[in-house]
Nanobody, 116 residues
Framework: QVQLVESGGGLVQPGGSLRLSCAAS????????MSWYRQAPGKKRELVAV????????NYADSVKGRFTISRDNAKNTVLLQMNSLKPEDTAVYYC?????????WGQGTQVTVSS
């Protein structure tokens, strides 16, 4: 059974940091590109960051470049999203996604709220 379980969300003040974690199971994690998406109320889901399966190449949305860092540990089947200098506009539900050759899996999401 494929599972992606996100954790680490919560309420943080502007300028603060959070680290999201996504624990994967039920598929060959190392073969899959892993991504973080987010969806704010009333908005479309958007790609935040992606990391490739083998080389660990990364790409980020312009809105988070320099503030967020995606990483993965293939030995632990985990992908992380370190979020620094958080802004109110980063408030959203954050989803972990796995993709490889047409197979796509999603986690249930974790809420991140940036507010004073």
């Amino acid at each position: 059974q494929v599972q992606l379980v996100e954790s680490g969300g919560g309420l943080v003040q502007p300028g603060g940091s959070l680290r999201l974690s996504c624990a994967a199971s039920g598929f060959t994690f190392s073969s899959y590109a892993m991504s973080w998406y987010r969806q704010a109320p009333g908005k479309k889901r958007e790609l935040v960051a992606v990391i490739s399966s083998t080389r660990g190449s990364t790409n980020y949305a312009d809105s988070v470049k320099g503030r967020f860092t995606i990483s993965r540990d293939n030995a632990k089947n985990t992908v992380l999203l370190q979020m620094n200098s958080l802004k109110p506009e980063d408030t959203a539900v954050y989803y972990c996604e796995a993709y490889w050759r047409g197979s796509q899996y999603w986690g249930q999401g974790t809420q991140v709220t940036v507010s004073s």
